[in-house]
């Protein structure tokens, strides 16, 4: 199913990527539409699988409270579930992505400190599958769309 999304539909959806929480009256306020306009094209949104759900985004204190880096995993073959089950079960790894190139994931980790994310490195390296990894320290976010304030 594909939905068509107009330049409202973009607006609204920014405007609910910084602040998922604005009430419908303010939005409406901000689009230049009617409340019931706004709750009728969230519903739309929701319903047609645009809008997956709501979250919660760090805030730059506790950010800055952590270490954050991206690692490069390659996997052997016909192991990739059992090794995606073992990263969903560990809480400091935020994110998976399949890639191109000589690595099979990219890996986004955040730990409460660098000895944290020495023993998480060591336990990925570990797991039965992994072939090899790679792995790169985040030093500061130069551009982040995803970040409040942004």
Request: with cysteine.
């Amino acid at each position: 199913m594909t939905i068509d999304l107009d330049d409202t539909d973009r607006r609204l959806l920014s405007l609910l990527q910084a602040n998922a929480r604005e009430g419908t009256a303010t939005l409406a306020r901000q689009l230049g539409l009617a409340r019931t306009t706004v709750v009728a094209r969230i519903a739309r949104l929701e319903r047609s699988g645009v809008v997956a759900g709501y979250g919660v985004r760090l805030g730059a204190r506790l950010d800055a409270a952590t270490v954050r880096a991206w690692c490069s995993i390659s996997v052997l073959p016909k192991t990739a579930p059992t090794v995606l089950r073992e990263l969903q079960a560990m809480p400091e790894v935020e994110e998976v992505s399949a890639v191109s190139g000589p690595f099979d994931y990219l890996v986004y980790l955040r730990c409460a400190g660098h000895e944290q994310l020495d023993a998480l490195l060591d336990k990925v390296g570990q797991l039965d599958g992994v072939h090899q990894t790679q792995t790169s320290i985040v030093l500061s976010r130069k551009i982040d769309r995803r970040s409040v304030g942004a």
